[in-house]
């Protein structure tokens, strides 16, 4: 009787530390302060690693360097931009890139108020604004204004982004 009711007690025991709905391959949710300094140090690395890099820190925490001004109107948050852009990993790695990229820069909503588009990520629409048409900006953008936790295609969760931007032109 005492082997059963061990055998059971094993079974139930092994049984009630599975999770439905586990996934192995899920990103563990990082503390969002942490995520942060980690980021951080990673931006610091890189720029210690590539001194020609003079870049400045924003209150948000993006890093940014302004390698053209340009001229011109300064975007908005209501702006629609054209830009020609590329993307990168902090190892190098080029995750997207556009020739000629249009999409207004901040959210969009219905005539009932309901968001219908989330517009660009907050590191762009904090970034972009420091250059107008004709200007390119350097942005390198901490896992918080980028995707954060979520994964997108060839871009792991909690990645910092690279993107160069060339600002082509606004409207709105």
């Known amino acids: 009787m005492k082997k059963i009711f061990l055998l059971l007690a094993l079974f139930t025991l ?19 302060a942490v995520q942060a300094k980690i980021d951080d140090d990673k931006i610091q690395a890189y720029l210690k690693a590539n001194p020609s890099i003079t870049a400045t820190k924003d209150a948000s925490g993006l890093y940014y360097q302004i390698i ?23 190892d190098g790695t080029q995750f997207d890139t556009s020739a000629n990229f249009s999409h207004k820069l901040g959210t969009t909503t219905d005539n009932t108020g309901k968001v ?27 896992s918080a204004l980028g995707y954060g936790n979520n994964p997108q295609s060839g871009i792991p969760a909690n990645s910092v982004l690279i993107f160069t931007i060339d600002l082509f032109a606004v409207q709105g």
Not at 17 to 29: E, I, L, M, Q, R
Not at 68 to 90: D, H, I, K, Q
Not at 120 to 138: E, Y
């Open 116 to 142: 219908v588009d989330q517009g660009l990520i907050k590191g762009w629409q904090i970034g972009i604004p420091f250059v107008k048409p004709d200007g390119r900006i350097l942005l390198i953008i901490p």
């Open 68 to 90: 053209t001004l340009g001229s011109g109107t300064v975007p908005t948050v209501n702006s629609t931009v054209r830009v020609a852009y590329r993307g990168t990993l902090l």
């Open 14 to 32: 092994a049984f009630s530390a599975c999770k439905k709905g586990d996934n192995s391959t899920t990103t563990p949710v990082v503390d969002p």
